[in-house]
């Protein structure tokens, strides 16, 4: 149950609450008393004789979740990962997709996903589509439909998923592409280390340029240090002068490299411009798992030598309830407790809360996260501190859309039972 509720018209202010002073330009851990006042849904400069004290609670913008596959989601009860590995999780998926992956199963699953964002307080997703044929005709006009349907509630992007070997000029990528363009998406790629990396990531970049869009790539997800896709990537983008922006994710393999090899990519992502996007929560559950063996590595990406360059960094869930990941719900403060407690980034800088609404939602062109007017998007929680903030799921949370308390109600995983077939 909500802790509070709040009026659903009229002229009121909400006393004492605070948030994060990063998002008063104030580089420290700390939090500044943020009084809201709220003019028939509308975030408004002018007070009220109507103060509602809300004694001391954080108030932080909603979510936006840059990274996500909505298209994959929840189908762990038909697939599961045999062993929890990425190849298991690689395979998994691919067979589920091939008997599966009609536009009603992909519909039904997406649309149960944007309920839970929508619920936990997320205003902005991107979400990856596999989009090797057939799945491209599938699964981008049922994303196109349902960004249709969501506008107003959930902001949505999307990108094209598919493995760096499967790009060629001449052949399926192209018409993929093609499809990316139409539906206003962002062009991607899965890069890792082949042997005509370079030429393929030239075509990428070549048939972003040709059709204007972004670009979004997976890079080097794998603790093997040999793997130095990154590095490939920002060197294309320096030397093709490239000024659309590019999103890279994942990157754990810097986390194994000499320092000497990885600051020297870092120094490279910096200057390209390029920004980056962390998956702990997948990360820690694929990276370093071995068979009877406690895993050592946590598979995190460089975010704090990122940061100290100017690296734009931002935190997203990644996937839900499928072989690359057994659980999450797309709750950007789950990614937050979660991104907090492996990446260390408790004792650290104080603009890190930007990364989860802010920072993505400029990444991705989502437009303010945080603005001063306009309608009211926020999200109360019950705690007045960090460790408050971040020692509970927060289930009681207070979110506002357009002015208004929303209905909180999860979906039920009931819901999608007669999909859940196994293959």
């Not at 006042?37 to 509602?52: F, Y």
């Not at 393929?200 to 997976?218: K, Y």
């Not at 062109?365 to 929680?381: S, T």
């Not at 039920?412 to 039972?417: P, V």
Request: glycine residues 6%; hydrophobic residues 40%.
């Amino acid at each position: 149950m909500d802790f509070v509720k709040l009026p659903t018209s009229g002229h009121f202010t909400l006393t004492n609450v605070v948030t994060p002073a990063c998002y008063h330009g104030t580089n420290v851990p700390g939090f500044v008393e943020t009084p809201l006042s709220l003019k028939d849904g509308v975030l408004t400069e002018e007070p009220s004789e109507q103060a509602i004290d809300l004694r001391g609670v954080i108030v932080l913008p909603c979510g936006v979740d840059m990274h996500t596959h909505l298209d994959k989601g929840h189908i762990w009860a038909r697939s599961p990962n045999p062993d929890g590995t990425f190849m298991g999780a690689l395979t998994t998926v691919g067979a589920d997709r091939t008997a599966h992956w009609h536009a009603n199963d992909v519909r039904r699953r997406m649309e149960f996903s944007l309920k839970c964002a929508w619920a936990h307080g997320t205003w902005a997703i991107r979400t990856h589509l596999d989009s090797i044929p057939p799945q491209d005709d599938i699964s981008w006009p049922v994303f196109d439909e349902l960004r249709t349907e969501w506008a107003g509630r959930i902001a949505l992007q999307a990108a094209c998923l598919v493995a760096i070997e499967n790009v060629d000029r001449e052949g399926p990528y192209a018409h993929t592409a093609d499809l990316v363009q139409r539906y206003s998406g962002v062009l991607g790629a899965v890069a890792y280390p082949v042997d005509d990396l370079m030429e393929r990531l030239n075509i990428v970049f070549e048939m972003a340029e040709a059709r204007d869009l972004p670009l979004d790539f997976h890079v080097d997800e794998t603790l093997d240090p040999t793997s130095t896709a990154l590095h490939a990537i920002a060197e294309v983008a320096l030397k093709r002068g490239f000024e659309a922006p590019v999103t890279v994710g994942h990157c754990c393999s810097l986390s194994t490299q000499d320092p000497e090899v990885s600051y020297k990519t870092l120094d490279l992502v910096a200057e390209a411009g390029i920004s980056v996007v962390s998956l702990p929560m997948c990360n820690l559950y694929l990276q370093d798992r071995q068979p009877d063996r406690t895993p050592r590595f946590r598979g995190i990406t460089m975010v704090h030598e990122m940061v100290a360059r100017g690296i734009p960094v931002a935190f997203a869930s990644d996937n839900t309830r499928d072989p690359f990941y057994a659980y999450g719900d797309l709750d950007m403060l789950e990614v937050m407790r979660e991104a907090t407690r492996i990446g260390h980034l408790d004792h650290s800088h104080g603009e890190w809360p930007l990364a989860f609404n802010m920072t993505p939602a400029d990444i991705c062109g989502f437009g303010p996260a945080n603005p001063p007017c306009g309608p009211a998007n926020f999200v109360l929680y019950n705690a007045r501190s960090w460790t408050e903030l971040l020692a509970r799921p927060q289930s009681d949370r207070v979110v506002i859309r357009n002015g208004q308390q929303i209905d909180r109600t999860l979906p039920q995983y009931h819901e999608l039972d007669d999909l859940m077939e196994p293959a």
